[in-house]
T-cell receptor, first 114, second 112 residues
Framework: AQSVTQPDIHITVSEGASLELRCNYS??????LFWYVQSPGQGLQLLLK??????LVQGIKGFEAEFKRSQSSFNLRKPSVHWSDAAEYFC????????????FGAGTRLTVKP | EPEVTQTPSHQVTQMGQEVILRCVPI?????FYWYRQILGQKVEFLVS????????KSEIFDDQFSVERPDGSNFTLKIRSTKLEDSAMYFC??????????FGQGTRLTVV
């Protein structure tokens, strides 16, 4: 069965510091991979996705993520965090050939210190 | 960017009442999903729907839940007899062939 693990429930970083949010997945084949961001009381906004090709993908708001097949990971990174990045971040996986089985990780709450 | 519209944005209902949550999909995007997020918790998969039938459903999606596209356009989630624990944010998502799922802004359901 597919699953997504986000090991960090809550991360606090200082504004301007770098950020890495971890995501590991369990899946029978290479899935589609996604990162979504959710601000308090808001919906889910897609930050970036990996379908195929270059394993380092660029997203919106200066985020990037790297797919590492050997580690079954898809970690999200940002070189310099802004206060507005404070939100909940969800990693998600879906099957490669259809979209029936998208699953989310438990989420990582990011707090940004001034 | 393609947009999925959900109505209502907030629904308050009494326990035991039926509610219908609606989702206006993206043109030609034929994969539909409902997800639920209880306050402060993770986003949970409820059901997927394609070609006018349920493709997959989770253990949460029991007999009190149903989905349909009654007019071939809008996609609905019906909860027949709401319980207090059904209070949550419900997200509709819509995808095309080999696209990511686009999410609506959600409907906040409050059962009192």
């Amino acid at each position: 069965a597919q699953s997504v693990t986000q090991p960090d429930i809550h991360i606090t970083v200082s504004e301007g510091a770098s950020l890495e949010l971890r995501c590991n997945y369990s899946y029978g084949a290479t899935p589609y991979l996604f990162w979504y961001v959710q601000s308090p009381g808001q919906g889910l906004q897609l930050l970036l996705k990996y379908f195929s090709g270059d394993t380092l993908v660029q997203g919106i708001k200066g985020f990037e993520a790297e797919f590492k097949r050997s580690q079954s990971s898809f970690n999200l990174r940002k070189p310099s965090v802004h206060w507005s990045d404070a939100a909940e971040y969800f990693c998600a996986v879906g099957p490669r050939y259809n979209n029936n089985d998208m699953r989310f990780g438990a989420g990582t709450r990011l707090t940004v210190k001034p | 960017e393609p947009e999925v519209t959900q109505t209502p944005s907030h629904q308050v209902t009494q326990m035991g009442q039926e509610v219908i949550l609606r989702c206006v999909p993206i043109s030609n995007h034929l994969y539909f999903y409902w997800y639920r997020q209880i306050l402060g918790q993770k986003v949970e998969f409820l059901v997927s729907f394609y070609n006018n039938e349920i493709s997959e459903k989770s253990e949460i999606f029991d007999d009190q839940f149903s989905v349909e596209r009654p007019d071939g356009s809008n996609f609905t989630l019906k909860i027949r007899s709401t319980k207090l624990e059904d209070s949550a944010m419900y997200f509709c998502a819509n995808a095309g062939e080999n696209t990511e799922a686009f999410f609506g802004q959600g409907t906040r359901l409050t059962v009192v």
